[in-house]
């Protein structure tokens, strides 16, 4: 069995490893957000590396099927959230 095939599976399954690894570990934070717009009512979770940065993923998401249009999306994106639980680790 020649070497050159064996090699470039480990290369590949390594690199795979490596940028799930540092994907994965950039984020710290993780934020579960229920936003209430025109009426309706949406939840979602988000995580990234900071604590403001999922609120802010986890409210555009949550807003995603609750607006219709880019002056709704923004309108929205702008609201307090009615419910806001984050968890950070170290």
Do not use: Y
Request: charged residues 15%.
């Amino acid at each position: 069995m020649k070497r050159g095939p064996i090699v470039a599976a480990v290369l590949i399954v390594g690199l795979a490893a490596f940028l799930l690894w540092s994907t994965l570990g950039a984020q710290r934070a993780q934020c579960h957000a229920c936003v209430q717009f025109s009426g309706q009512r949406n939840c979602a979770t988000a995580s990234a590396s900071t604590e403001a940065e999922a609120t802010k993923s986890a409210v555009s998401t949550a807003c995603g099927v609750l607006a219709r249009g880019m002056d709704q999306s923004i309108a929205c994106d702008n609201t307090k959230p009615v419910s806001l639980e984050c968890k950070t680790r170290s």
